[in-house]
């Protein structure tokens, strides 16, 4: 797509914003992700084929494919500007390793990938390793929260802050809520709220 360039562009100034003043985010990751936003050729030019092309697995398998062994061996050796071109354009199994990274501009810019899937998305917010602050962008995302997979899975999942799993609680179905109010891996605020809500339903 012609305009994809500065779709990207957008989306890393975004990022930026966002995490402006962060003390999680270093100076070379502003630096580097700045120098993308002022260059004038493709940003994803200079990508490894088998970095960028997708597979045709399916996303949901990809960080446990063959492949991304080597992959993550090959990610560890670059530099912030080459993770964070790989995070906004690398296929399925680059974006399954870095968003898991250890910098929070990185995870973001996986989120911000064009050709990021629902079920990716899915499979992020149900992983309980996942980083609180990747769960509370997904579900800030009026795109990826109109997926009721996804509403359920960030709501079940311990590591959601609880502000951001009473908030899609509401949305759920009562034999989801009744499986929240269960759990005993869930903060316990959450299995109150689930509870108090199955109890309201049953007044009604």
């Not at 399916?58 to 080597?70: F, K, L, M, Q, V």
Request: with cysteine; charged share 25%; aromatic share 4%.
């Amino acid at each position: 797509m012609s305009d994809q360039p500065e779709q990207i562009n957008e989306a890393i100034r975004g990022v930026l914003g966002r995490l402006s003043g962060s003390p999680d985010i270093s100076a070379e990751e502003v630096k580097a992700a700045e120098e993308i936003v002022q260059s004038t050729g493709d940003p994803s030019a200079g990508l490894p084929e088998n970095l960028a092309k997708e597979n045709v697995q399916a996303p949901i398998s990809a960080a446990g494919s063959e492949d991304s062994r080597d992959i993550r061996s090959e990610i560890a050796e670059m530099g912030v500007p080459q993770k964070i071109k790989l995070a906004l354009f690398g296929n399925a199994v680059c974006r399954a390793i870095l968003i898991m990274d250890g910098s929070r501009m990185i995870q973001q810019f996986v989120l911000k990938n064009p050709k990021l899937q629902g079920i990716e998305v899915e499979a992020f917010a149900r992983n309980p390793n996942m980083s609180e602050t990747v769960l509370r962008s997904i579900a800030e995302s009026k795109v990826w929260m109109k997926n009721y997979s996804i509403k359920l899975s960030i709501v079940s999942n311990p590591r959601t802050p609880g502000d951001v799993a009473l908030k899609w609680l509401r949305y759920l179905q009562d034999a989801d809520i009744k499986k929240i109010a269960r759990s005993k891996n869930l903060p316990q605020l959450v299995v109150n709220t689930a509870k108090k809500r199955l109890a309201d339903i049953d007044r009604k």
